[in-house]
């Protein structure tokens, strides 16, 4: 069975910094894309970052774009995000995916909770 295990969250101050993982199971990790979704309440799940499964292009979305970078290591079967410079607003529960088709996602785990605050 398919299974993304995120990890890596707390809480930070803001201009902080976190690095998160995702361990991947159950799925030829280095044939799917993957990306980094977050969620905060009474809000819509958004897509944060992608990565192609060769790890050779990368999306950000506007609001993160210079201060968070994705990665991925095909042999460790994992993907991690780097979150620099943190806000109050990126506080949300970060959740990794591997995409299927565009708007199709392998797996939704738990999530890791992300609080920026002072």
């Known amino acids: 069975q398919v299974q993304f295990v995120e990890s890596g969250g707390g809480l930070v101050q803001p201009g902080g910094s976190l690095r998160l993982s995702c361990a991947a199971s159950?799925?030829?990790?280095?044939?799917?894309?993957m990306g980094w979704y977050r969620q905060a309440p009474g809000k819509q799940r958004e897509l944060v970052a992608t990565?192609?499964?060769?790890?050779?292009?990368?999306n950000y979305a506007a609001s993160v774009r210079g201060r968070f970078t994705i990665s991925r290591d095909n042999a460790k079967n994992t993907a991690y995000l780097q979150m620099n410079s943190l806000k109050p607003e990126d506080s949300a529960v970060y959740y990794c995916?591997?995409?299927?088709?565009?708007?199709?996602?392998?797996?939704w785990g738990q999530g890791t909770q992300v609080t920026v605050s002072s």
């Open positions: 995916n591997g995409v299927v088709v565009a708007g199709q996602y392998a797996h």
């Open positions: 159950g799925i030829i990790f280095k044939i799917y894309d």
């Open positions: 990565i192609t499964s060769g790890g050779g292009v990368t």
